[in-house]
């Protein structure tokens, strides 16, 4: 893949999300092929981060089940599987180097570079960029800016674990906003389950 952001000052940080158990899949997610290139999806999604011109990627793992296949230059944030998602995102944020922090979700096989380029050249420093699809909010592929590090951390420490209502926080406070366009529903699919593959 070539580098699609070629544009000054779109700098971003990557975290992909790959700690899940993939229960309702049966089989682990994250080595799946990826329709297009073959490649095993998590090695695929970094491949995406680094060509939309990711500066640094964050890989969150079980301890359990890493990738090393991926490269010791890929920051692991091992993960218990207690805090989720949400736990996650808080320490890639907090321990960003750029302003704007791209979180994927290793099963979005729908997700190309040239889409992130475009999604994180919609945020700013300091207002990330949510996509709002049929179902709602995606907040496991969003651009959020790392200064609401600080809105993570205190959500994790008092077990507040669902991203939904962050998001919305984020919106109504206004680092983050909403954004959508048609063509953003084949983008959001992910694989949740056999029946997904087909």
Not at 22 to 29: P, W
Not at 60 to 77: C, F, K, N, Q, S
Not at 79 to 96: H, Q
Not at 164 to 190: K, Y
């Amino acid at each position: 893949m070539e580098n699609g952001n070629e544009e000054v000052g779109l700098a971003f940080s990557g975290v992909l999300l790959a700690g899940g158990r993939s229960t309702r899949m049966g089989r682990d997610k994250a080595r799946l092929a990826h329709p297009r290139s073959g490649l095993p999806m998590v090695e695929h999604q970094v491949e995406l981060l680094r060509a939309a011109g990711c500066a640094e990627c964050f890989l969150a793992v079980r301890a359990e089940t890493d990738y090393p296949e991926i490269g010791a230059e890929i920051t692991r944030l091992f993960d218990d599987g207690a805090s989720g998602p949400l736990g996650a995102i808080a320490v890639g944020l907090a321990r960003a180097r750029e302003a704007r922090v791209m979180v994927l979700a290793v099963d979005m096989p729908g997700v190309t570079a040239e889409w992130v380029c475009g999604l994180v050249a919609r945020a700013t420093p300091e207002c990330g960029v949510v996509v709002r699809g049929a179902a709602g909010c995606e907040p496991l592929c969003t651009v959020y800016p790392a200064m609401a590090a600080g809105a993570f951390a205190k959500a994790l420490t008092a077990g507040r674990l669902s991203l939904q209502p962050l998001v919305a926080a984020g919106v109504a406070e206004g680092w983050l906003r909403e954004v959508s366009a048609p063509e953003d529903e084949a983008v959001l699919a992910n694989w949740n389950a056999p029946k997904d593959l087909g």
